[in-house]
């Protein structure tokens, strides 16, 4: 899931999202009205990350890419709009379930596309069949209010079928359904394999990982009352406001 949070509007350059200032970026349908700036996020990268991958590099090249899909995918509203991907042909895959089209990874959102589950419903840490686009994203954007970073570990294979590691964290400063926040590190690590068309387009991106290392770290808080957990969660939102990025 791989996915990033924070932003303002700015005409700042965005290093890692370079599709970001695309000539045509005005006539972009933005979901919050305007292309999103990614700085809180791209500096807990910076400060977090365990890798800086040589500039060119293939590790560099999958990083951005998939920071740059991500963006597309939480911030654009048409595929017409998406550069990093080939609608007609894309799948995304998480832990073999079946594949998701572009149409209904836009719909769902990554989180609820990657988070969602089969097991018992007693056993469910998050219901992302219960959760919409918009809902979901608050939840994470009230855990991290600094922001979900991402990062490439590893890369194994060239291009059309990229297999990678990867790894995404952030600081668990706000509330999440219920629990208190600890102020910890909270990270988890996953692989991922991409086929990619002629031009590079994403066909295909399977992901693998385990959502308990997650939320592993969400549920140590102490529990807190709907009432608190919800004005915390307004507090942050309004601290934070749209546009809004994961």
Request: hydrophobic letters at 35%; charged letters at 30%.
């Amino acid at each position: 899931m791989a996915k990033e949070v924070q932003e303002s509007v700015t005409e700042a350059r965005d290093k890692y999202r370079s599709i970001l200032h695309d000539e045509d970026a005005d006539n972009i349908h933005w979901r919050h009205g305007a292309p999103p700036t990614y700085d809180d996020v791209n500096n807990l990268f910076e400060e977090g990350r365990t890798k800086v991958w040589p500039e060119g590099s293939l590790e560099e090249k999958v990083q951005n890419a998939i920071k740059s899909w991500e963006m597309e995918l939480s911030h654009k509203t048409r595929l017409q709009d998406f550069r990093t991907i080939n609608p007609d042909k894309f799948k995304l895959i998480v832990n073999g379930r079946e594949g998701l089209s572009a149409e209904e990874a836009l719909e769902l959102g990554s989180y609820n596309a990657l988070l969602k589950s089969s097991v018992p419903e007693q056993f469910k840490y998050y219901k992302a069949e219960e959760e919409s686009f918009e809902s979901s994203h608050d939840v994470f954007r009230s855990a991290f209010p600094r922001g979900f970073a991402w990062e490439v570990i590893g890369v194994y294979s060239p291009p059309p079928l990229i297999t990678y590691k990867f790894r995404h964290w952030g600081f668990f400063e706000g509330p999440f359904k219920g629990h208190a926040p600890t102020g910890e590190m909270v990270e988890f690590y996953g692989l991922g394999i991409l086929k990619v068309d002629e031009t590079l387009k994403a066909e295909e991106v399977e992901i693998y990982c385990d959502p308990s290392e997650l939320f592993a770290g969400l549920l140590k808080g102490p529990e807190i009352s709907e009432k608190d957990d919800s004005s915390n969660a307004s507090a942050a939102a309004a601290a934070h406001q749209c546009p809004v990025v994961h």
